[in-house]
């Protein structure tokens, strides 16, 4: 189903090495020393690290941020009225669909009644407007009952 390539010989590619460039070494230039005296000399800390090297070095003082203002606390009053009114607002929402909905399923009902009174008038006006076989036939009935009752038999 799929052609096989094993039988084709590999492509040769032609491959490029790069060398790295040696960088000759580093000569130290003396920089001209110059002195700069602090405003006050910071104290020599020495620490013993836990294989036993010690390390001295200048203790360095970290800045220490501005504290933060105390927010004042919110009363439990404003909370709870502050729920209430959230709380409030979610009724009224709710209240408002729910008439909406009432309102509008009012209306869907009203138009299924409209809909099958149109549909049984339709009904009865092919009823009456629709030939049955014989024209004036409860004419026929009565006249037949009126002569029945006086007795005129034919």
């Not at 189903?1 to 790295?20: L, N």
């Not at 549909?119 to 009935?141: E, L, N, P, R």
Request: with cysteine; charged share 10%; hydrophobic share 45%.
């Amino acid at each position: 189903m799929y052609p096989d390539h094993t039988h084709q010989p590999p492509i040769q590619r032609a491959v490029e090495v790069h060398q790295p460039t040696p960088l000759p070494p580093a000569v130290p230039v003396s920089a001209p020393v110059v002195s700069v005296q602090p405003g006050s000399v910071p104290a020599v800390a020495s620490v013993v690290l836990p294989d036993g090297r010690i390390v001295t070095g200048y203790a360095i003082e970290h800045p220490q941020p501005d504290p933060v203002a105390v927010k004042p606390a919110v009363s439990r009053a404003a909370v709870n009225v502050a729920l209430g009114g959230v709380g409030f607002l979610a009724v009224c929402g709710g209240l408002l669909l729910l008439t909406s909905f009432i309102a509008a399923l009012t209306a869907f009902i009203t138009q299924l009644i409209i809909l099958a009174a149109v549909i049984f008038g339709g009904w009865i006006a092919v009823q009456i407007f629709t030939g049955t076989g014989h024209k004036g036939g409860t004419t026929v009935h009565i006249r037949r009952a009126v002569i029945k009752r006086n007795h005129f038999h034919g």
